[in-house]
């Protein structure tokens, strides 16, 4: 499947993709595709969602590994900063 192969794909991409992954595994996020008007979201549940758009590419594509990468970083930050100009911008440095 497409998601799989991004995921072995965000595995290959050291360091931050690395340790993206490493936190899906650990916290058992779950990377899924959604309609929704932004490219990708974090959920209150933990989870990440992809706008479907995004699964038309290759695998390896940068924009949806960084996407990935960035929606890490808040479910890493908590809410209050994820909500946060700073949460946003932290997480768009990574």
């Keep these: 499947m497409w998601l799989d192969q991004l995921l072995i794909e965000l595995g290959r991409c050291e360091p931050q993709g690395q340790a993206a992954l490493h ?21 209150l549940a933990g989870n990440i969602q992809l706008h479907p758009l995004y699964a038309t590419g290759a695998p390896d594509a940068p924009y949806p590994l960084s996407l990935i990468v960035h929606e890490v970083r808040h479910l890493q930050q908590g809410i209050f900063t994820a909500l946060s100009v700073y949460g946003e911008l932290e997480a768009w440095q990574v």
């Design 23 to 43: 936190f899906l595994k650990v916290r058992g996020v779950k990377v899924s595709f959604h309609d929704q008007p932004t490219a990708a979201r974090w959920t």
